[in-house]
């Protein structure tokens, strides 16, 4: 079976942070969230909205459309802008998901940013399924610009 979820920086994401599109403050930036998808989903660079083709079904706290991220930070490690969120659990689920989007409902239609793969499919069975991401670092933050 061949996968169908790339992980990357939105293109189109790209152009609008260029434009001043999202705002990353911490307390009064816009409101960016995160949906978790079944490996039958197609996400990719070429991704620029959030979709429920092919979400995860709503079980326990995860309901369509996903979660709100919080607590986002943002720094300069060096010469790369990075950017952090704390991680993200839903509680009470039964659900498998191979990936996600990380998207800002405060602009356009919940305009995506990036598309996260998660190598295999992920599983939980009347549990909780967290969202862990990485160091805050220029090499392994979860959003960078170099």
């Not at 152009?15 to 490996?39: E, I, N």
């Not at 919080?70 to 191979?98: H, P």
């Not at 940013?113 to 549990?127: E, H, M």
């Amino acid at each position: 079976m061949t996968l169908s979820i790339d992980q990357a920086v939105c293109n189109s994401f790209k152009a609008q942070l260029l434009d001043g599109d999202h705002d990353f403050t911490a307390t009064t930036g816009d409101v960016f969230k995160l949906a978790l998808y079944q490996s039958n989903a197609v996400l990719n660079a070429t991704t620029t909205v959030f979709t429920s083709t092919n979400e995860v079904v709503a079980t326990g706290t995860y309901v369509s459309g996903g979660g709100i991220l919080a607590g986002q930070t943002v720094s300069l490690d060096g010469s790369v802008g990075i950017v952090d969120f704390a991680d993200l659990s839903f509680t009470g689920v039964t659900l498998s998901a191979l990936g996600a989007v990380i998207y800002n409902t405060s602009f356009g239609s919940n305009a995506a940013v990036c598309v996260l793969d998660f190598g295999a499919v992920k599983t939980a069975t009347s549990g909780t399924f967290t969202i862990l991401f990485p160091a805050f670092t220029s090499a392994a933050a979860i959003l960078r610009i170099a």
